[in-house]
Nanobody
């Protein structure tokens, strides 16, 4: 079993910054991609940013130039540095991890419970 836990959310003023963290733990053989998604009230969950084990990154157009995703493979942790935050960034942010529990097992995706980010004055 793989456990995924996010942290770092909170209330911030427009133009401010937050750093989210997501740690995967448990029976992990290897982790492939890690990603951040978000879901605002009344909207579908959307991909914010992703990063492969080799460090290749991908961002939603709405956050390019403001958010940076990074990871520490030794700690099975992914980070999301969010700068120049806008009210439209308000959402629950979820971490998704694609991992193998054994060398011969298929890759599965695991989700965290989410962390609330509220951007408001």
């Amino acid at each position: 079993q793989v456990h995924v836990v996010e942290s770092g959310g909170g209330l911030v003023q427009p133009g401010g910054s937050l750093r989210l963290s997501c740690a995967a733990s448990g029976s992990i053989f290897s982790i492939n991609a890690m990603a951040w998604h978000r879901q605002a009230p009344g909207k579908q969950r959307e991909l914010v940013a992703s990063i492969t084990s080799a460090g290749s990154t991908n961002y939603a157009d709405s956050v390019k130039g403001r958010f940076t995703i990074s990871r520490d493979n030794a700690k099975n942790t992914v980070y999301l540095q969010m700068n120049s935050l806008k009210p439209d960034d308000t959402a629950v942010y979820y971490c998704r991890t694609i991992a193998q529990t054994m060398a011969t097992s298929p890759r599965y995706q695991y989700w965290g419970q989410g962390t609330q980010v509220t951007v408001s004055s």
